[in-house]
C-alpha cells in the first residue's frame, strides 16, 4: 500500500511518464547507444582541460610550489582556497542522499545520484591540493599514522590538518559505499535489458549479481538506513574539521567561534548550487524535464536562499562582534576584508553568496530555470571568493607592516583551478554516459503517491472538484491523454 | 468535531501550587541573598523568563519552518506546540522589565558594562564600541522591540495557523511564517548578546546566538512531547500516535546533539587558541564551582538523549521519552545558570576593573574611579600600546596577557561567588514551569486542537514510520 499524499503536493513526476516500464526505458537509455554530439564537444574540451591540469601537477611537482604566487605572507592561497571550495561541493550529495533521507524529503530521488557521483569527484578533486601543497609528494605517506622507523618523526595529532585526512577518507569512503550500494539494482536493470552479452557481463559484476529478491531488498534497505545514520554525522564533521584549520589559529578573521556551523551551511549552499548547475546541463542534455521537474529546482532554489542566508547571517554576526569586541586586530582584520586592498572580492562574495540568492524569496524567480542557471553559477563563484576572503586577506597583512603583501596568481596556480574543474567534468561527463543519472529503483518508489498521473486518478476518483491545489491540473493531464 | 481542550480547576489548582513554591523560591532567594542589589532573585528571573520564552518563540519558529518545508505530519499535533507561545505574553514583558529596571540601579545583572557607558571619561579603550551598543536607550528599545515583535507573531500565528483550510490561507500561513523566520532569526541572535553575552561585556563568541538557539529547541521539542503525551493521557488528540512522538523524538535527538557540537565547537576553539579574553569565561566557570554543573549539563543533555533516544524503540515509548523529556528540560536549565549566574553573583574583594560586580552603578563608579589610579599604569600602557603602535602586535598581546593575569587572580583566590544552583533555583523553576504551563493551557483551551479542514490533515493522521 502506498503513502497518502496531499493534493497541495505537486507531482515530482512528469505529466507524460505513465507506467513502470517507460521510467526504465527512459532512465536508461542514455548508457545505451551513441551519446548525443554536444557530450563528444564538451567531453573533449574537458578532456583537454585535463590534460592541462595534469601537466601543471607535473609542473609543480618538477619544479616546486615557487611556480605558484605564493609569498611571504600569504604562504596558503588558491591550493587552500580550491580545497575548501572543493570539498564544500562535495556535501551536497551526502547531504541530499543522508539527511534528505531522513527527513523524508521525496524530492531526493530525482537527484540524489547525480549529488552523489558529484560529491565522489569533488572530493577527488580536492583531495588533489593538500597533496600536492605538502612539496615533496613522494612524502605524502607520511601522513599515515603507522609504526615506522622514522623516529620521532611521527604524525602529529594536535594538529586539524591531521584531523583533516581522517575526516575526508572517512568520508570519501562513507559516500563512495553509499553512492555504490544505491547503484546495484539500477546496474542490474541495465543488465536485464542488455543485448550483447560483453555488456551483460560487465553489468552483472558491477550489480554483484543483484536478483532483486525479497531477502535483497530487505538488506539493502537497512543497509541505506545505517550508511545514512553514518554520513550524517560525516556531513557535519568533514567541513567543521575544515574550518578548524583556520579558527583553532589566533590569526584575527580566523579565531572565530562561528566558523563550524557556518562553513557547514556554506558548504551545503554551495554543493547544492552545483547540483543545480549539473542537473540543469544533464536535464537538457539527455531530456530528464519529467524526472527532475521545476519542482525539484523550487526546492533546491529554497534550500539555497536558507543556506544563502545563513550566511548572511554569519558574515554580519563576524562583522559585528569584530567591531564589537574592541579588539584592534580583529576589527583592522575586518576593516581590510570589506575596504582594504581585497576589496573587491569582498564585494564579489557579498553579493553572490547573500544578494543574490535573496531573489529567491519570490516564486516565479525560483521556477525560471534560466535564472536559476546564472544564480547557481553566482554561488559558486561567490563561495570561492568566500574562502578566498577569509584565507589570503588575513594573511596578506600579517602583524609586521613591512611584510604585508599582495597576492597575485601564477598561470600554474590558474592552470591548476580550471584544470581540476575539467577533471570534474570528465568524470561527470562519463559517469553519465555509463551509469544511470537518476536513481531508477528510487523514482519508481514514489511513482505511485508522487506521479502527475496518479494524482490525476486519485482526484478523479475524488471527483475533480476534490479543492486540491493543483486538482483541476492533474484532471486535465487524463483528459488530454483520453483525446490522443 | 472540534475537539477542545477544558483547562479544568483542579489542573489550574496544582499549577496555582507550583507558581505559589515559586512565590516562595523569590522569596527565600530576595531574603537569604541580599548580596549585589539581591543579584540572586534578579538573575533566576533573568534565566527563567529568558529560558521560556525562548521555548515560546522557538514553538512558533517549529511551526512555521515546517510550514515553509511542507511538514505535512505536524497538523496533529501543531496547536500543542504553538501555544507554547502564550508564556511569552509573560515572558517577554518581565524582559523588558529587567531591561528597565537596569536604569533604576535596581539591580545589577549589566553593572559591569553599565557604570562605563554611564561614565565615558573612565573608558577602557576595548570599551569604546559597547558604549555605542549599549547605549542604555538605544539597548532598552532594541529590548522592547523583541518584545513587540514575538507578540505580535504569537498572536498572529496561533490565531492563523490553524485555520488553514483552503489555497488562500494556506498562501497567506506561508507569507506569515517567511515573514517569522526572518524575524526570529534576527531578534533570536540580538537578544542573547543584549541579555546574556553582555553580562560580561569582555568576553565575546560568534557563535553565541546560534547555541542559544539550540537549547532553546532542546527545551521546546521536550516540553512539545512532554504535553502531547499529557493531553493523550486525558483522552485529547486520540489520533496522535507513537509516529508523531517519534518524530518529535528525532528532532528532539537532532537538536540535543547539534548544541552539543555548537558547545564544542565554542568551547574547543576557545580552549585551543587559548587567548586569555576567551578563555577567561571558561576559566571563571570551571574554578570557581561551576564546572560541576558544566558537567552536569553536558551529561544530561548530550549523553542522555546520545544513549537513550538513538533507539527507535525508545523513541516510541512514551514513558522513557517522558523521562529524557524532562531531564532536558532541566539539563538546559541548568545550563542557562552557567551562562548568567556567575557575574552578577561575584564578590570581589579585589580591585580595578573587575571589582565592581559587588556593588550596585553608582557604588561601582566611585570604586571604579579610585582604582583606576591604582590600574591606570598598566591598562593604559596596554591600550595606548594597541592604538599607536600597530607593529607591535606580539608584545602587545603579551601585555594584555600579563594585564589580565594580573586581574585574573580576583575570581580565583578572592572573589566570592553567591551564585549556585539550590533551593532557591528548583522552586523558581518549579513556578516558572506553573507560570508557562498556565499559560499555555490557557491558550490552548481558546482553539480547536485540531484543524481537520487543513490540507495536510490527512497526511498527519496517516503519519506512519
Not at chain 1, 545505517?226 to 554520513?231: D, E, K, Q, S
Not at chain 2, 540572586?40 to 521555548?55: C, D, H, P
Not at chain 2, 535527538?253 to 568551547?267: A, E, H, V
Not at chain 2, 591604582?374 to 602586535?393: F, G, L, M
Amino acid at each position: 500500500m502506498h503513502a497518502y499524499e496531499s493534493d497541495y503536493r505537486e507531482p515530482l513526476i512528469g505529466p507524460s511518464v505513465k507506467s513502470y516500464t517507460q521510467i526504465t526505458d527512459e532512465l536508461v537509455r542514455p548508457t545505451e547507444g551513441v551519446p548525443p554530439l554536444s557530450w563528444w564537444i564538451l567531453f573533449s574540451i574537458m578532456g583537454m582541460g585535463t590534460l592541462f591540469f595534469l601537466f601543471c601537477l607535473g609542473w609543480t611537482i618538477w619544479f616546486g610550489i615557487g611556480t605558484w604566487g605564493l609569498n611571504k605572507t600569504v604562504n596558503w592561497a588558491w591550493d587552500i582556497t580550491n580545497f575548501v571550495w572543493w570539498i564544500g561541493i562535495g556535501h551536497a550529495g551526502t547531504l541530499i542522499s543522508a539527511i534528505l533521507l531522513l527527513f523524508r524529503q521525496r524530492f531526493r530521488t530525482g537527484i540524489n545520484r547525480a549529488a552523489e557521483a558529484m560529491t565522489i569527484f569533488a572530493v577527488i578533486c580536492a583531495g588533489v591540493f593538500p597533496l600536492l601543497h605538502t612539496g615533496r609528494q613522494w612524502l605524502d605517506f607520511f601522513i599515515f599514522p603507522y609504526p615506522n622507523t622514522r623516529g620521532p618523526l611521527w604524525v602529529n595529532f594536535n594538529s586539524p590538518l591531521l584531523w583533516d585526512v581522517f575526516a575526508i577518507s572517512t568520508y570519501f569512503t562513507v559516500s563512495l559505499l553509499f553512492w555504490y550500494s544505491g547503484l546495484m539494482p539500477d546496474f542490474a536493470t541495465i543488465r536485464d535489458r542488455s543485448k550483447s552479452k560483453t555488456r551483460k557481463f560487465i553489468y552483472n559484476i558491477a550489480s554483484f549479481g543483484w536478483q532483486g529478491t525479497a531477502k535483497q531488498w530487505q538488506r539493502f534497505e537497512s543497509l541505506s538506513l545505517v550508511l545514512a545514520g553514518l554520513a550524517t554525522p560525516l556531513v557535519l564533521s568533514v567541513h567543521t574539521i575544515v574550518s578548524f584549520d583556520f579558527a583553532t589559529s589566533v590569526i584575527p578573521g580566523w579565531h572565530t567561534t562561528i566558523f563550524p556551523p557556518y562553513f557547514v551551511a556554506g558548504a551545503i549552499f554551495s554543493g547544492f548550487a552545483m547540483v543545480e548547475t549539473l542537473m540543469l546541463i544533464v536535464r537538457k542534455l539527455f531530456k530528464l524535464e519529467d524526472y527532475i521537474t521545476v519542482n525539484h529546482i523550487e526546492s533546491m532554489n529554497k534550500i539555497i536562499v536558507l543556506t544563502g542566508s545563513i550566511v548572511g547571517i554569519a558574515y554580519i554576526t563576524e562583522l559585528f562582534i569584530a567591531w564589537y569586541s574592541g579588539y584592534l586586530y580583529e576589527q583592522h582584520a575586518f576593516y581590510n576584508r570589506a575596504l582594504g586592498k581585497y576589496w573587491w572580492a569582498y564585494a564579489i562574495m557579498m553579493s553572490c553568496n547573500v544578494i543574490t540568492p535573496q531573489a529567491y524569496w519570490f516564486k516565479k524567480v525560483r521556477r525560471n530555470l534560466l535564472v536559476t542557471f546564472v544564480l547557481s553559477i553566482f554561488v559558486n563563484i561567490g563561495m570561492w571568493f568566500e574562502r578566498f576572503v577569509i584565507i589570503v586577506t588575513s594573511l596578506a597583512d600579517d602583524f609586521l607592516p613591512s611584510s604585508w603583501a599582495y597576492f597575485s596568481p601564477t598561470w600554474v596556480d590558474i592552470g591548476i583551478y580550471v584544470g581540476s574543474m575539467c577533471l570534474f567534468m570528465t568524470l561527470f561527463l562519463l559517469f553519465a554516459r555509463t551509469f544511470p543519472v537518476i536513481a531508477i529503483a528510487e523514482v519508481k518508489s514514489i511513482f505511485r503517491t508522487s506521479s502527475a498521473v496518479a494524482k490525476a486518478e486519485r482526484a478523479k476518483e475524488a471527483g475533480s472538484s476534490s479543492g486540491g491545489y493543483v486538482g483541476s491540473y492533474q484532471v486535465g493531464i487524463l483528459d488530454k491523454d483520453a483525446k490522443n | 468535531m472540534t475537539e477542545k481542550f477544558q483547562f479544568d480547576s483542579k489542573l489550574k489548582k496544582n499549577l496555582f501550587i507550583a507558581m505559589g513554591l515559586g512565590l516562595v523560591g523569590l522569596v527565600l532567594a530576595f531574603v537569604l541573598y541580599p548580596h549585589n542589589s539581591h543579584s540572586r532573585f534578579w538573575t533566576n528571573i533573568l534565566v527563567n523568563s529568558y529560558y521560556f520564552t525562548g521555548i515560546g518563540i522557538f514553538g512558533l519558529f517549529f511551526v512555521a519552518a515546517h510550514q515553509l518545508g511542507y511538514g505535512g505530519w505536524i497538523v496533529l499535533v501543531r496547536r500543542v506546540i504553538m501555544s507554547m507561545s502564550g508564556f511569552v505574553f509573560v515572558g517577554a514583558p518581565l524582559l523588558l522589565l529587567i531591561a528597565l529596571l537596569t536604569w533604576g540601579n535596581v539591580h545589577n545583572i549589566y553593572d559591569h558594562w553599565l557604570h562605563v557607558i554611564k561614565h565615558p571619561e573612565s573608558l577602557p579603550e576595548s570599551m569604546t564600541t559597547k558604549a555605542v551598543f549599549f547605549n542604555l536607550t538605544f539597548w532598552t528599545a532594541r529590548i522592547a522591540v523583541y518584545a513587540i515583535l514575538w507578540m505580535l507573531f504569537a498572536r498572529i500565528i496561533t490565531k492563523y495557523f490553524g485555520n488553514i483550510t483552503d489555497k488562500r490561507s494556506y498562501k497567506i500561513s506561508k507569507l506569515i511564517a517567511a515573514m517569522w523566520i526572518v524575524v526570529f532569526a534576527v531578534s533570536e541572535s540580538f537578544v542573547s548578546w543584549d541579555m546574556i553575552m553582555s553580562i560580561d561585556p569582555h568576553w565575546y563568541s560568534t557563535l553565541f546566538g546560534w547555541y542559544n538557539f539550540a537549547s532553546y529547541g532542546c527545551g521546546a521539542l521536550s516540553f512539545a512531547i512532554l504535553l502531547t503525551i499529557y493531553l493523550k493521557s486525558k483522552g485529547y488528540l486520540a489520533q496522535v500516535n507513537e509516529n508523531h512522538i517519534h518524530d518529535l523524538g528525532v528532532f528532539l535527538f537532532g537538536f540535543s546533539i547539534f548544541w552539543t557540537y555548537l558547545w564544542f565547537s565554542q568551547y574547543m576553539l576557545q580552549w585551543y587558541a587559548n587567548i586569555p579574553e576567551d578563555t577567561m569565561y571558561w576559566v571563571k566557570r570551571a574554578g570557581t564551582g561551576f564546572h560541576t554543573s558544566m558537567f552536569v549539563s553536558l551529561a544530561i543533555n548530550f549523553v542522555l538523549p546520545l544513549l537513550v533516544i538513538i533507539k527507535r524503540g525508545a523513541k516510541r515509548n512514551f514513558k522513557t521519552i517522558s523521562f529524557v523529556s524532562v531531564m532536558i528540560i532541566i539539563g538546559h536549565h541548568i545550563d542557562f545558570c552557567n551562562m548568567v549566574m556567575y557575574e552578577p553573583n561575584v564578590i570581589s574583594t579585589g580591585h580595578g576593573e573587575h571589582g565592581h560586580h559587588a556593588l550596585n552603578s553608582n557604588e561601582a563608579t566611585a570604586l571604579y574611579a579610585e582604582n583606576t589610579e591604582a590600574v591606570k599604569e598598566p591598562a593604559a600602557a596596554t591600550e595606548h600600546a594597541a592604538t599607536d603602535a600597530v607593529t607591535a602586535k606580539p608584545e602587545v598581546k603579551a601585555a594584555e596577557s600579563a594585564h589580565v593575569e594580573a586581574h585574573g587572580h580576583e575570581h580565583g583566590s578572592t572573589a566570592k561567588s553567591y551564585a549556585g544552583f539550590g533551593l532557591v533555583e528548583i522552586l523558581i523553576f518549579i513556578g516558572f514551569t506553573g507560570v508557562f504551563l498556565y499559560m499555555f493551557f490557557n491558550e490552548l483551551s481558546k482553539h480547536p486542537l485540531v484543524n481537520e479542514q487543513d490540507p495536510y490533515f490527512k497526511e498527519s493522521q496517516r503519519h506512519h514510520i
